[in-house]
């Protein structure tokens, strides 16, 4: 899944003040039983759907998890405990592709900020050709990832031909498990260019919130440009970053797509992701036990990331949250 | 107005340039790719040495598999966003306008589901679906598609339904309309902004997806694009299918690029909504 | 883009999703069967559908549908939708070495005595044996295959080498060309070879179904000449992405003098490198020891036709199985397809031979070929084999074969993660 998800830097801390608060504050009459009874039977279609295609799987996941359960030895299916995150744990597979994850999620998010912080500047200040800039950024957030990854593969495998190999005059294969450095450069580029304009856009929004009146009196104090986007700028965008930062590291975890078409259809081991180790273990071994644990492993760990960021935005904005 | 200097002019059309060719650069490459023969879609040139439509006419022919996955992607794309964008409707119509406990769980739970990993629940689902019966099936897809499509579609609409003067609504009928008028005349126009925004983000969603696509179907029955794509063949083993992935890759762009050229406004609006009001 | 726009946009994609909807479902009288193979480039599968569809006077319309290109995606095809009890994979192309895990698993059907008799006849042995599980035939061979020593005429000085030893120094001293194509990429390929190579030195992977054997010394040898070869300038420099067909075009674009291929290539040099094609010439598959004193032992590989567990016409898709396999089809698999015939009458007749040069060499190499473990596990032994050893560059082998012990034993109790 890659990088569609809104984020509303308002709604994580959300305070439920608006709409009708006039006549929220009656207690519960009539018209305000009716209220919450509308609002409940508005809302249950969405909540069924969700909880059904996500709570229950991943319960049921869980389940499995603690399961023999081999798609192609249905006889052997037996309750095991734990043993199955023993044999995940104490794998070096796991840690390796762990390892990957990491590595590329680091990485590329690291430059997605500084690349999409310089993109937003460009989109909030140019003097010329924002709403070009805007529309054309807005590509590589729209194209399908699939694709994303196959441009990048394509111009870099030298077995299809790749252009990039031809202008350099080299002979191996850069993406193939022979090079690792290369091939983890090829994914975090495809990353970056796809997921770059997310970011940029994100961080637009905080833009738009710093004050021009402050940037322009720190002018007038004095102030150099360098010193006004790190004093006022940044602080008051802090929000804004921890929030586009949060969505793309969890993103970046996930990484599949992109890791996956270059990787050859997952078999370069070298950037193999946790979620492509799931996902060879599930669909490809049919070993559903194995491949929950697995699963239920790469939740904890996003789940883990999401409360280190939530803490981090609760700090940032004192009285919220 | 005030006067640029030359170097100002200068720094901002290079800054702009580098941007365009950052973003159109992979984009182009894939264009030239799909043109080259396939005789020398392996010859490791940028520009087509002999320029040919034979990968066009290679995917549109009859026996390949990207006719029948562009109709999945398409048709399970559009459902998904339909069906999501009508109960995100109600969803965040309550959340933006109605008083009643339980809305901010809500918001919660709907911006954990975002978070999912995917990878964790396709195992469960494919062994639910081979089950049901649904694996391999438009609605194998469509289901899990509005789960993490909902969430989306909540937050976007809440945000857009909260910036309707929902007063005009209650002006009108106390000026004589009936309620059912009111909400045609005045709500509806006001809210279909936010309603189309949803639905493009939503459907850029789910014509994106991989990871259930490729995990819950296998056929043409229900492939879409990406899984297909992942695993073409090309013509025949002896013809590398590079020349036909970049076709088609090209092809699945062109109704990005339409969204993205005629509603670059919008979508801007709508991936921001809610960042803005922080 | 006014709101108007906007509406109208939504309702086109509507429409289209709807005009989708409709999609067309083809009917017929008699059984339809779903033939799900790989495409051969020959286009022979797709006819041999076409001609027993014709054949059978209406008893049964075979469709043919294609399955990926390489055998690691066609099983991940297969298997996710026979776990899923599909009931439309009627009839289906499988690698030989699948036979043990779809029959452990109910997801193709044994063969009934009288249809098992049929295709018993006249079959060799070798290929009989990659279809039978627990002495019940579960496929009928379709095509066998081996891979040969393929070499250029007019680069190679005198008789082919006939060990790897020989065969890497006579590479590594030829002024152009002097390349070695084959299979290194992290895939079946590469555990076909290490099979092959093992065997070759004496030793083999499994002892049974269900016990590692690895022994140290014949391991130790086939995983040295892997890093041999990998490490020499006889090389390809991307033999750790290379597979069966991007050896074909190295070999077709005058890269390599030599290849170790499937005979697939042959009818491909003919049509594409007819110059080349001139000077082609095969010898045995290397021997690992000087072949005084080993056997070679070549792979063995090829597809047999399985019934789906599933199916709803059992009895037409054993039928239209038989068929397919006859020896007119099996003719055609070999000419254009360059894939060698499982009935042994082929191999004696002149004209085939004539038209097929090289097929006494395959059959000979087929009597005593090194047979990949047959296990229901085997998938996951392969996997645990081809992620160990690949890239062939980076075999150490002392250590490489320790790990190889420990990750084989581990899949065999399909445990740990592969």
Redesign the interface.
Known sequence: MSTNVPTQTGAIAEAPQRGLGRRGRKPISDRAKAERKLGWMLCAPAVVVMIAVTAYPIGYSFYLSLLRADLRFPDQREFIGLDNYVTVLTSSLWWSDFAHTMIIMVISVSIELVLGMLLALIMHRALFGRGLVRTVSLIPYGIVTVVAAYAFLLAFSTPSGGFIPHWLGIEHDLVDQGHPVTSFLVVILAEVWKTTPFMALLLLAGLALVPDELLEAARVDGATAWQRFWRITVPLMKPAILVALLFRTLDAFRIFDSAYIIGQNGTNPKIETVSILGYNQLLNRLNLGLGSAVSVLIFICVMIIALIFIKGLGTSRPGEG | MRR?STD??LG??A??FV??V???F??L??VM?SFKSPAT??????IPNEWSTENYSSIFNG?S?FLDAL??S??I???A??IAVV??S??A????????????I?????????????????????????NLGL??T?PGLI??Y???A???A???L??FF?EIPWELEQAAQVDGATPFQAFRKIIV?LA??GV?TT?I?V???C?????FA??LT??SAAQT??AA???F??V???T?P?GS??AA?VI??IP??I??????R???A????????? | MGRRGIVLMGLAVLAMALLAGCGGSSGGQGAHLNFWAYNEPGGTFAGAAKRCTQQSGGRYTIEFHALGNDPDTQRQQLVRRLAAKDSSIDIMSMDVIWTAEFAEAGWIKPWPQAAADKVKQGTLKGPLDTATYQGKLYAAPANSNTQLLWYRKDLVKGEAPKTWDDLIATAEKMPKAGRIEIQGAQYEGITVWFNSLIQSAGGQILDGPDKVSLAPQPTEAALGVMAKLANSKAADPSLSSQKEDQNRLAFETGQAAFQVNYPFIYPSAKENAPDLFKNLGWAPYPAVKNPADAGRKAPIGGFNWGVGGYTKHPQEAFDAATCMRDEENQKEFALKGGLPPTLAALYDNKEFVKAYPFAPLIRKELQDAAVRPQTPLYSDVSLAIYKTISPPASIDPKSTAAKLRDRVKNALESKGLL
């Open positions: 640029w100002r002019i901002w059309a800054a702009d941007v365009l950052f973003a159109l992979p984009v490459w894939i790719l879609v392996t010859d490791g040139s940028f026996n598999p109709r999945n398409f048709g794309a559009a459902i966003t339909v109960l995100a109600m969803a119509y309550a959340i933006a306008r109605l008083n009643f406990p339980g809305k901010a809500m918001l919660g739970a709907a911006l954990m589901i975002a978070m999912f990993p995917p990878i964790s629940i396709v195992g469960p689902l494919y062994n639910m679906w081979r694996y391999d438009w289901i899990p509005l789960t993490f909902l969430p989306l909540i937050y976007t809440t945000a909260r126009p279909a902004p189309a639905a983000l459907f850029i969603f014509w994106n997806d991989f990871v490729v995990s296998s056929t694009v990406p794509l992942s695993q063949t090309g025949s083993q002896f590398a590079y992935i970049a890759a699945v762009t990005i690029i969204l993205v050229l005629f509603f670059q919008r979508i801007v709508g991936l921001t909504a809610g960042a803005v009001k922080g």
